[in-house]
């Protein structure tokens, strides 16, 4: 089945170290997002990228990059510049064309420690 | 890029019909509508989308009036698994759009009791 896959589902980090979230899709997806979610509240748009090596920063980029050296692969590395990272992360994908909805992971929980 | 405003949470019984409505004043010509639906420590699920007029799929039907400034998503005879959040987001879908991404609002807690 197609679909996005986050790892790991639950991720510990001590404060000071970087960190890398997982995103796979094999939808065959052109673009895709990274959001953030914290409690109570919607989400928030950290980097997207809709095409292989090309990304931009989106409303909260600080603290954190991405790649995208695949069409398949856009990982999220939380920085230890991120002062506040404890949050919910979702990864996205979309195809490239009119009337799309996105299609989203299960999520990956970050907690600092 | 257009912003939503739809309530912060609505209450229902099981078997009634559920009327979300999101106000979207600014909405741009290119943009559709689109409602999604998000469980707890899940990522949303796609519902519906639209552009004009009304939409109807197997869970639920979007109405959009002519002026396109606000959108009503309909869930017919809800159930205790329809409790969850639901966003309302417009955008650009056009490839190579202005947008061409999507902004989240707080979206509307629905609460379905027995």
């Known amino acids: 089945d197609g679909g996005i896959t986050q790892s790991p589902k639950y991720l510990f980090r001590k404060e000071g170290q970087n960190v890398t979230l997982s995103c796979e899709q094999n939808?065959?997806?052109?673009?895709m997002y990274w959001y953030r979610q914290d409690p109570g509240q919607g989400l928030r748009l950290i980097y997207y990228?809709?095409?292989?090596?090309?990304?931009q920063k989106g409303d909260i980029a600080e603290g954190y990059s991405v790649s995208r050296e695949k069409k398949e692969s856009f990982p999220l590395t939380v920085t230890s510049a991120q002062k506040n990272p404890t949050a919910f992360y979702l990864c996205?994908?979309?195809?490239?064309?009119?009337?799309?909805?996105?299609?989203f992971g299960s999520g990956t929980r970050l907690t600092v420690v | 890029l257009a912003k939503t405003t739809q309530p912060i949470s609505m209450d229902s019984y099981e078997g009634q019909e559920v009327n979300i409505t999101c106000s979207h004043n600014?909405?741009?010509?290119?943009?559709?509508i689109t409602w999604y639906q998000q469980f707890p420590s899940q990522g949303p699920r796609f519902i519906i989308q639209?552009?004009?007029t009304k939409v109807t799929n197997e869970v639920a039907s979007l109405f959009i009036p002519a002026d396109r400034k606000s959108s009503t998503l309909s869930l017919p005879r809800v159930s205790l698994s329809d409790t969850a959040v639901y966003y309302c987001?417009?955008?650009?879908?056009?490839?190579?759009?202005?947008?061409?991404?999507?902004?989240f609002g707080t979206g509307t807690l629905l609460a379905v009791q027995p």
């Open positions: 996205a994908s979309r195809p490239t064309g009119l009337g799309y909805g996105y299609t």
């Open positions: 939808l065959n997806h052109d673009a």
């Open positions: 990228s809709q095409i292989v090596n090309d990304f």
């Open positions: 600014n909405i741009a010509t290119n943009d559709y």
């Open positions: 639209g552009y004009k």
């Open positions: 987001l417009v955008g650009d879908m056009e490839p190579g759009g202005a947008t061409n991404k999507l902004i």
